[in-house]
T-cell receptor
Framework: QQQVKQSPQSLIVQKGGISIINCAYE??????FPWYQQFPGKGPALLIA?????SEKKEGRFTISFNKSAKQFSVHIMDSQPGDSATYFC???????????FGPGTRLSVLP | NAGVTQTPKFQVLKTGQSMTLQCAQD?????MSWYRQDPGMGLRLIHY???????DQGEVPNGYNVSRSTTEDFPLRLLSAAPSQTSVYFC?????????????FGPGTRLTVL
């Protein structure tokens, strides 16, 4: 079974700090790695995504780092804000497929 | 655009009952998927469709049926509900073509099977 592992399970960060969530995958055929953000009672929403042809992608306060040889990727949230408090999911898929595999999620709490 | 809509928002069933979870999208997306979300397990793919008339199984298809008669609608049927199907169900859609795989999720249906 294809798996995506995610850590930590939960994370508490002070306002202004850096939040880091890590994921690892097994299937080398995956070539699309999105991060989703989910607020309570809502569906997940795409936050940022990366493909293996780049090692880093930055959008505002969010940065994805990708290590193809280690089959790992992570998201860094700079200057974390209380409004960032949510559950974050990493996922992986093939570019032209619809079989997304999700990590188990990380619950982030940013303290004011 | 309403995006992806799901009905109902909440549902309680008794073991053995059947029901249909509705999903519709108005973005003319080719791809649609159903996921279930359980604590500590992320989202798991139940069934997906790459276009009208075409469906396929995901990771956890047992106990669920789907059909795709139109581009807009992708209902999920529970044939005989079991307590193990207590979960939050999300429908998602995404466009086909290019290298964009962004999935748009609906608000979810919280199902409890007693």
């Amino acid at each position: 079974q294809q798996q995506v592992k995610q850590s930590p399970q939960s994370l508490i960060v002070q306002k202004g700090g850096i939040s880091i969530i890590n994921c690892a995958y097994e299937n080398t055929a995956f070539d699309y790695f999105p991060w989703y953000q989910q607020f309570p009672g809502k569906g997940p929403a795409l936050l940022i995504a990366i493909r293996p042809d780049v090692s880093e992608k930055k959008e505002g306060r969010f940065t994805i780092s990708f290590n193809k040889s280690a089959k790992q990727f992570s998201v860094h949230i700079m200057d974390s804000q209380p409004g960032d408090s949510a559950t974050y999911f990493c996922a992986a898929s093939k570019s032209y497929g619809q079989n997304f595999v999700f990590g188990p999620g990380t619950r982030l709490s940013v303290l004011p | 655009n309403a995006g992806v809509t799901q009905t109902p928002k909440f549902q309680v069933l008794k073991t053995g009952q059947s029901m249909t979870l509705q999903c519709a999208q108005d973005m003319n997306h080719e791809y649609m998927s159903w996921y279930r979300q359980d604590p500590g397990m992320g989202l798991r793919l139940i069934h997906y469709s790459v276009g009208a008339g075409i469906t396929d199984q995901g990771e956890v298809p047992n106990g669920y049926n789907v059909s795709r008669s139109t581009t807009e609608d992708f209902p999920l049927r529970l044939l005989s509900a079991a307590p193990s199907q207590t979960s939050v169900y999300f429908c998602a859609s995404s466009p086909r073509g290019g290298r964009v795989n962004e999935q748009f999720f609906g608000p979810g249906t919280r199902l409890t099977v007693l």
